[in-house]
């Protein structure tokens, strides 16, 4: 994989491969192994790359390419050809799932793009500003929803989708060009779907093995990148390095089941443990990634991406299993909210007043989460599943919220960004519906990007065998009975198609996703570097956010057995992020 970027001028202003090299340069660690800029004879395009080499390391695949004596092209990974456009169109494209990248700005003067949004704000042309309705959508989800950015004026290409811009006439067209389709189900046994999806699976993976460089595999322990370590041992002739993470706390510390699947597979396992202390590379991590991001496990994502760059340039991992084959515990309380729904109010109303009992005598997590699932079933079933995943709900943004930019804000839902795609699904299926707006959510600004950035910024090209565009557009196919049996055998098919291959010991323990135990940290070791960025009387945030608010989360956090561990991780990475951005 590289890093790519460019620049079009459509006013007298000339482009000069100065400032097309400090672009590449801000973005370097996409590709060390080489650099090339072009510029066009009127000095109105130019374009600019730097290569990680990973197949074909000579030099015929430097970019820019020129080609057909016609096109000059900087890509990411796939190229995607209109060979019959007319001259002067500059034509950009995402991939279908968002694995990589693309950011822009286009103000009728000047468009500039890049893998990364840091090498724009190296153009003179723009100039930073937060944008604080993304932040606003951020503190619910965690991320950033395309296509916003959390900078003014700069936005993201959502995934599938292209961008089209005439040069001469400086009109831009964005349209989309590829969607899941959930409603084409094919009526094949459960033999029959676990020897297709066996097969495609490993299809996925052998492809993937294809490297002039060192390859090896991220292991976490859990039924995707065990399955992907397995596959890729059938096909290498010398044992597939390994690579895990650990933590202290045994109730986040997977490398147990990391093992198993090392010693089965005989494979050159490496491992790492994270302490408290690893938190000194927030800052950086944060100026990495960007945009205000929340997701706690781009820790340990970095450090075994940084591990995993010492011994290989290629790792592949298991990311996309869970929303191929619905692997998450909110899809099963999705669906016995929806059977709920099926039955009667009754069974709402008794839900209802019993967990506000339960609540009023033993406050915890477990309670609180009882209450916003059984209060939340009066809404609508997309709104609903928004409550399940939120950190911040619109009740307890407004208690957050002191400034008047971001009061007035409450009025633009944030629900409704994942709600929408509920309504655009192909499909008539509720638990289908939930399933592809993760995918076209969750997984791009989240999952993806995590790894993107992670893995990318040690120069490590990550791949995922999983989101082989032809092995989800076959998962859509699977009945959704065949993905979570009764309330809660999730990825049930996968499974059955694994076993005797992956051991029963690994593959039906109990799913702890790649947590971080922020919530044990912030009530020891990092309690005073949490209170000393969150309640400063000089935090951008205390601008905007009532810091009695914050300091009455971090007390019943610290005091009671309700943990507020996500929502003070997203304040504290948002804080750094002004920090870094905005200071």
């Given at each position: 994989?590289c890093?790519?970027a460019?620049?079009?001028s ?28 072009w ?24 970019q ?13 990974g ?25 950011k ?10 890049a ?24 503190l619910?989800?965690?991320y ?20 089209k ?68 041992s059938?096909?290498s ?19 147990k ?19 408290p ?7 950086m ?23 995993t760059?010492?011994?290989?340039t ?12 619905a692997?998450?515990?909110?899809y099963?309380?999705?669906?016995l909210?929806?059977l ?6 009754p069974?709402?109303i ?14 915890s997590?477990?309670s609180?989460r ?17 409550n399940y ?94 993905k ?35 919530g044990?940290w ?12 969150l ?26 057995n ?16 002004f ?5």
């Amino acid at each position: 994989m590289c890093g790519i970027a460019g620049k079009i001028s459509f006013d007298n202003n000339s482009i000069t491969t100065t400032e097309i090299k400090r672009m590449t340069s801000v973005i370097a660690h996409r590709g060390p192994d080489d650099e090339g800029i072009w510029v066009s004879k009127n000095k109105k395009v130019g374009l600019g790359h730097r290569r990680l080499s990973i197949i074909d390391l000579s030099k015929s695949g430097h970019q820019p390419m020129e080609y057909l004596n016609r096109y000059q092209i900087v890509f990411n990974g796939e190229i995607y050809n209109f060979q019959k456009e007319k001259e002067n169109i500059l034509f950009c494209a995402r991939d279908r799932v968002g694995k990589k990248p693309f950011k822009y700005f286009y103000d009728k003067k000047v468009f500039v793009f890049a893998s990364e949004l840091k090498a724009i704000l190296t153009q003179p042309e723009y100039h930073k500003e937060p944008d604080f309705e993304a932040i606003h959508h951020y503190l619910t989800l965690q991320y950033v929803p395309a296509p916003l950015t959390g900078f003014k004026n700069i936005f993201k290409l959502e995934p599938a989708h292209y961008l089209k811009l005439d040069i001469n006439k400086n009109i831009l067209i964005k349209k989309g060009y590829w969607r899941l389709d959930y409603s084409r189900k094919l009526n094949l046994s459960k033999k029959e779907w676990q020897k297709k999806i066996i097969n495609k699976l490993d299809e996925s993976v052998k492809i993937r093995m294809i490297s002039d460089v060192p390859l090896g595999a991220f292991l976490s322990g859990g039924i995707d990148s065990s399955a992907v370590v397995g596959l890729m041992s059938k096909h290498s002739l010398k044992p597939v390095k390994t690579f895990s993470i650990g933590f202290e706390d045994e109730k986040y510390n997977e490398l147990k089941y990391a093992r198993i699947i090392a010693d089965k597979f005989k494979t050159d396992h490496t491992e790492f443990i994270v302490k408290p202390d690893a938190i000194e590379v927030l800052p950086m991590l944060v100026k990495q990634y960007e945009e205000p991001y929340a997701d706690s496990s781009a820790l340990p994502t970095y450090y075994v991406s940084k591990l995993t760059r010492d011994f290989v340039t290629v790792a592949l991992n298991g990311d996309g299993g869970d929303e191929n084959f619905a692997g998450y515990d909110r899809y099963s309380i999705q669906k016995l909210s929806l059977l709920i729904d099926s039955i009667n109010k009754p069974v709402q109303i008794i839900g209802s007043s019993l967990s506000k009992q339960i609540h009023k005598r033993a406050k915890s997590t477990f309670s609180e989460r009882m209450l916003r699932y059984f209060s939340s079933l009066n809404e609508e079933y997309d709104h609903r599943y928004v409550n399940y995943i939120c950190y911040f709900t619109n009740t307890t943004k407004a208690d957050l919220y002191k400034s008047n930019i971001f009061t007035k804000l409450l009025e633009k839902d944030s629900y409704q960004i994942i709600a929408d795609q509920f309504r655009v699904a192909e499909t008539k299926n509720k638990l289908d519906q939930t399933l592809f707006s993760d995918i076209v959510t969750y997984l791009p600004e989240d999952l993806l990007a995590k790894v993107d950035i992670a893995t990318m910024a040690v120069s490590l090209e990550g791949r995922s065998p999983f989101l082989d565009h032809e092995f989800i557009e076959m998962t859509a196919k699977i009945p959704i009975n065949l993905k979570i049996k009764g309330l809660n055998n999730k990825k049930y098919i996968l499974k059955k198609a694994l076993e005797g291959f992956i051991p029963n010991e690994v593959m039906y323990r109990p799913k702890k996703g790649f947590g971080v135990p922020i919530g044990a940290w912030f009530k020891e070791d990092l309690d005073s570097y949490l209170k000393n960025i969150l309640l400063s009387p000089q935090a951008h945030i205390a601008k905007y956010f009532n810091q009695s608010y914050i300091r009455k989360l971090i007390t019943v956090h610290q005091k009671t057995n309700i943990s507020y561990a996500y929502q003070l991780w997203a304040l504290l990475t948002l804080e750094l992020w002004f920090k870094e951005y905005f200071n």
